[in-house]
């Protein structure tokens, strides 16, 4: 139970900095959507939908190694050469992409079907960029519990993506979906800039030399990972590239604005799910014996789905206010939040169940699982899309997490019987 409580604990913690600085972020979507037309939003939400997939790619699922290889490191000094090594591995991943991305910046935004406007990707690769290099650290933070520093980074980054927003919009009065890029840029960098004098700061043993034993260890853990993070996370966003591209081009770009912002509605499950996330993968990937280890994971389990259950009908009551977040233009999407909220709930089961093989060291069961919501989702999304528009897209969405719930189910059980 003292484990229970340490994890409430930190999830709480971690939920109170992530709330408001999610709160704070999510100012930006009753603002955005009442300066921005349907389709200018429909480009950021496109745009925002392709990020997650370069940070999977280019995070190569390091940080989900760093906290197993942590929890069994032999003393602070292996610990120490862990962090480097792959932070050193993932910051060369993210200078060589940025590169790739300026030299091919026309193409590929011609590409994307922004052939006019190639400022976009560099801005989408510059943000990725800087985000990869800091996700080390800030899985450092996590796996040390410096919550408190944690939070204070974020919450800065925050601010000054809100503030910039503002400046652009209202004082100096410009349009289109560049400035919300250019925002976050600058917030990514204001990240960078807090978390590098602690790193300098810290005395490494062994100094800024790269493990590749290490290295080579943690990759195989983590390369499924990888593999099933870039399927995950195309099962996640895919629906909002099948809205891009599967509806007429006269109104693709307004269905993915509307769609988009109704997807903000259902954000405060994903903000549970993610301040849990938070606390949770440090904490279950640590060492654990067989026996402690499913009696925490079960627990958790009933705790999340209560408080999931919760949120739901909280927010299913209050959805008459809820609505009013978004810009007028963009309310007639809100009769898919109960769908999403659904999608975002079973997330968070999936990601529960997720430890159990990760903790078993059988990473590749994660390919199975996100791997058969890719497909689940390609499939709902190719036949519901051209007759229902985004509505379409909703369902895939929650068709997608379904499937990965009753595989990992599968797959847990099978462990639960070799043990």
């Known amino acids: 139970m003292n484990g229970i409580k340490t994890l409430a604990g930190d999830t709480i913690i971690y939920g109170l900095s992530t709330i408001v600085t999610r709160m704070l972020n999510y100012l930006m979507v009753p603002y955005l959507t009442r300066v921005m037309g349907t389709g200018e939003y429909g480009i950021v939400t496109d745009l925002y939908s392709l990020i997650p997939f370069a940070l999977v790619l280019l995070t190569m699922g390091l940080e989900s190694g760093y906290f197993r290889f942590a929890g069994k490191a032999d003393g602070e000094g292996e610990k120490n050469r862990l962090f480097v090594t792959l932070w050193r591995t993932t910051s060369a991943a993210a200078v060589l992409f940025w590169m790739v991305v300026f030299l091919f910046r026309a193409p590929m935004s011609s590409l994307l079907g922004y052939g006019g406007n190639p400022e976009l990707i560099l801005l989408t690769g510059s943000i990725v960029a800087l985000d990869v290099i800091t996700a080390m650290p ?5 796996e040390q519990r410096r919550r408190v520093r944690y939070a204070t980074i974020r919450f ?56 590749f034993a290490i290295l080579k260890r943690v990759m195989v853990y983590s390369l499924p ?18 809205v ?7 109104e693709a770009m307004g269905a993915l604005g509307i769609y988009g912002a109704t997807t903000k509605l259902a ?44 949120i739901f009908v909280v927010v299913m009551v209050a959805k008459p206010l809820v609505v009013q977040i978004v810009g007028e233009d963009f309310r007639e ?3 898919l939040l109960p769908i999403l909220l659904g999608a975002n709930a079973l997330a968070g089961v999936v990601l529960n169940l997720s430890f159990r093989y990760k903790q ?22 190719l036949a519901l899309v051209p007759r229902m528009g985004y509505e379409g897209a909703a369902w895939a969405r929650l068709a997608c997490e379904a499937a990965m719930v009753a595989v990992s189910w599968i797959l847990v059980s099978q462990i639960k019987k070799e043990i």
């Open 333 to 335: 999407g809100s009769h």
């Open 225 to 242: 990972l990888l593999v099933s993070g870039i399927a995950g996370t195309a099962g996640e966003f895919i629906d909002r590239q099948m």
């Open 267 to 310: 954000v405060i499950m994903i903000l549970f799910t993610q301040m849990y996330r938070l606390a949770a993968e440090p904490f279950f990937l640590a060492k654990f014996g067989k026996g402690e280890f499913e009696r925490q994971s079960n627990l958790a389990m009933k705790l999340y789905i209560a408080v999931a259950a919760l």
């Open 156 to 211: 800065a980054s925050v601010v000054v993506n809100l503030a910039l927003c503002l400046f652009f919009y209202s004082v100096q009065r410009r349009t289109g979906a560049s400035w919300v890029l250019e925002a976050n840029l600058a917030a990514s960098a204001v990240s960078l800039g807090l978390l590098l004098p602690g790193l300098w700061k810290f005395r490494w043993d062994g100094g800024w030399h790269s493990d």
């Open 360 to 381: 078993a060291e059988r990473t590749w069961m994660a390919i199975a699982v996100t791997g058969t919501g890719m497909i689940v989702a390609v499939a709902v999304n």
């Open 138 to 142: 800030f899985a450092r933070l996590r």
């Open 244 to 250: 891009k591209w599967l509806l007429p081009p006269d």
